[in-house]
């Protein structure tokens, strides 16, 4: 016989010792959370480890994601295609087993955490992408959709500020399927939290309008039982269960403080706790019998053959919706998805509205909103200004199948949760706010990036063309930053046209976030011929030729792409011949074929110019280091948008003087 105490040794023992292996790693939570793991996927985590992308699987969280030994052992146990050897490879490069879980490296892995609390976040969005996807899909006797999603934190997540953010609105939305796990253990890594965090956890929560189980032995399987049961028990609220736990539990000399948080416990302590727990195996073995208790496949395959045979009865009863949901839960658009695209670029490449391009995008949405129901958007507590909602728009707080999340001042954890939302599947999520506010979303759109998140990011107010609201509100850095990180696609279109290409590759980029660089200020909708506009899809494109043969060539983005033309025409005008390049995405562009960006940006034409209302720096390996960037490289004012171009010489007059000063210089013209 297997007491549950000698199956959860088995985690930690496995754990303690894969990171001395690695001579680096956290042995404390898995130490500590040993006990909760076993009872939770043993008795009630319903997955398969033969199929980890079954649809209604349970989604399990490991926010605190330095405890990665902690989930790596179980998917070992419970027969995941996670081997011994994965598991002495412990953050080794290119194994499974990183040093922090990551999405499509470990099966099993549902989130890539690490950067504690946002793991909490995403679970949040899984729950509102089952609670949606379940209200649209399920029927009377068909529970089609129907899993938990379980997360455990530790104090660091809830130090962060993004879990209030992400907890105050799951509590909000009533998310009865959210239940989460908090070590509660008192220590980090400076040592007993005591002196920096006194929050009344409980407390907090009920505040929050959530169920609280709170003081369980976490240590003892009882208590844990019985805690998960209360949980699932209360349908309208999400559930924390708050477990006291001993950090590196097992470990004589070094449980209870924060020298077993973050450093392998030593093959001294290592063999003392061996002893304190009665485990006589040697490293990494694991008798056949416990390894029996574990093993999961045969369950989960049971589980998952029974929903199969639910769902052959669903397909029977409910023919369109149960290919409705193969197509969503596959990620793959419509049929009729290219034809339809194509003919709102033929309509909007003739349109003659001078409109903002948060305008633009507006309209874009209201097509596909009724072409995609896959779409499930939000904004920041700004969707008049970001222009995020369209006349199908309904809230999820009102209609549980509905496709608007508001998700008020949360730019940090509304990102987070469209990551989530993303990952669970059946979804496209776009979340919205102003440019300058991504930086407080900024490492969760890093994540997004890092998983290769299909995540479509609106921000508007995009330069210092949004006027009085001044330089808190004026981005400058905003942009540049986002083109830096990689993976990461940015728009930054001119008008509606590109807008609508813009909105076209986000929707079909499946490996990765798309970031759309919206104005407030109306702009001027520009002509182009049939290959222009199929060219505007490679990332940069050539506008505008003077003359057959190039003296300058101006590249320019956005709202100053008129203002660029206007150059061109008056440098054109003194003899020169003038080359205008569009580029709305310098990631497109630069992935496109040598020839191809030879081709609009010439080796051979030195005298280059940028022509950008933000941050310079990443135009110079365009222009050259001799060449000119007409951007800001300074904080905004406060004042009407006419004036502000003025003040920062987004004039035609000045661009076409700095213009003509670099063509002295290097054609040598007097």
């Known amino acids: 016989m297997c007491s549950r105490k000698k199956l959860a040794n088995a985690v930690r023992m496995l754990s303690i010792d894969a990171i001395q292996r690695a001579k680096s790693g956290h ?10 793991i076993e009872v939770l996927w043993r008795s009630f985590l319903k997955h398969n480890p033969c199929n980890p992308y079954w649809d209604n699987r349970d989604r399990f969280i490991l926010s605190n994601g330095h405890a990665s030994m902690l989930l790596y052992s179980v998917l070992h146990l419970t027969g995941y295609d996670i081997s011994i050897d994965d598991i002495k490879d412990f953050r080794q490069l290119y194994s499974k087993t990183p040093g922090h879980p990551e999405v499509e490296c470990t099966p099993g892995v549902e989130i890539t955490t690490g950067p504690l609390g946002q793991g909490l976040a995403s679970a949040v969005g899984m729950a509102i992408a089952e609670r949606v996807l379940s209200a649209y899909f399920n029927r009377l006797n068909y529970d089609i959709v129907d899993h ?28 009865g399927k959210l239940i989460v796990f908090y070590d509660n253990n008192g220590i980090s890594i400076d040592g007993n939290v005591c002196n920096w965090y006194n929050d009344n956890t409980a407390q907090r929560f009920l505040a929050y309008n959530w169920h609280v189980v709170d003081s369980i032995d976490g240590h003892d399987a009882n208590d844990i039982f019985k805690a998960i049961q209360l949980a699932q028990k209360v349908s309208d609220k999400p559930s924390i269960i708050i477990c006291n736990t001993i950090i590196g539990f097992g470990s004589p000399n070094k449980s209870g403080t924060s020298d077993v948080h973050g450093s392998p416990l030593g093959e001294e302590e290592i063999n003392l706790s061996r002893e304190a727990l009665h485990w006589k195996y040697p490293p990494f073995y694991i008798p056949d019998n416990i390894y029996k208790k574990w093993d999961a496949r045969d369950m989960g395959k049971k589980l998952e053959k029974e929903w199969n045979t639910l769902f052959s009865k669903y397909q029977i009863d409910h023919p369109d919706l149960s290919r409705e949901y193969i197509r969503r839960m596959s990620g793959i658009l419509p049929i009729n998805w290219s034809t339809q695209i194509n003919k709102l670029i033929e309509k909007s490449k003739n349109s003659n509205f001078n409109i903002a391009t948060r305008q633009s995008s507006q309209h874009v949405l209201e097509f596909l909103g009724t072409l995609l129901p896959e779409l499930l958007g939000g904004s920041a507590d700004l969707a008049p200004s970001n222009l995020t909602k369209w006349s199908g728009s309904c809230s999820i707080k009102d209609n549980k199948s509905g496709n608007y999340i508001h998700y008020g001042v949360r730019e940090f954890g509304m990102t987070a949760i469209g990551n989530g939302i993303s990952q669970h599947g059946g979804f496209i999520p776009y979340t919205a706010t102003f440019l300058v506010f991504s930086d407080y979303a900024k490492n969760a759109i890093r994540m997004s990036a890092l998983m290769k998140t299909r995540h479509i990011l609106i ?19 905003q942009l540049s930053h986002l083109r830096s990180i990689p993976n990461m696609s940015v728009w930054r279109p001119s008008d509606t046209l590109e807008t609508v290409i813009a909105w076209k590759h986000a929707i079909e980029r499946y490996k990765g976030p798309t970031a759309l660089i919206l104005s407030r200020q109306n702009l001027y909708q520009l002509q182009r011929t049939s290959n222009q506009i199929k060219d505007i899809s490679r990332g940069g494109y050539i506008l505008k030729d003077s003359k057959e043969t190039i003296d300058i060539i101006l590249i320019s983005t956005g709202s100053e792409l008129k203002l660029t033309m206007l150059v061109a025409n008056q440098i054109t005008r003194m003899g020169y011949g003038v080359r205008v390049v569009s580029m709305p995405s310098i990631d497109i562009f630069e992935n496109q074929e040598n020839a191809y960006q030879e081709l609009v940006l010439p080796r051979s034409v030195r005298c280059r110019v940028a022509i950008e209302a933000g941050k310079s720096d990443c135009w110079y390996k365009y222009v050259g280091l001799h060449g000119l960037v007409i951007g800001i490289d300074s904080f905004g004012e406060s004042a009407p948008s006419d004036k502000l171009f003025n003040m920062f010489g987004f004039t035609v007059d000045h661009i076409v003087k700095k213009s003509k000063n670099l063509l002295n210089s290097m054609l040598k013209i007097i």
């Not at 130090?159 to 209030?164: F, N, T």
């Not at 921000?459 to 850095?477: A, K, R």
């Open 27 to 36: 042995p404390g939570a898995p130490m500590g959370m040993a006990d909760i």
């Open 148 to 175: 938990y999603t379980w997360v455990f934190v530790g104090d660091g997540c809830l130090m962060e500020g993004i879990s209030h953010e992400v907890c105050s609105l799951a509590g909000s939305l009533q998310l």
């Open 459 to 477: 921000y508007t107010h995009d330069s210092i063309g949004l006027g009085e609201d001044g330089p808190t509100h004026q981005p400058i850095e």
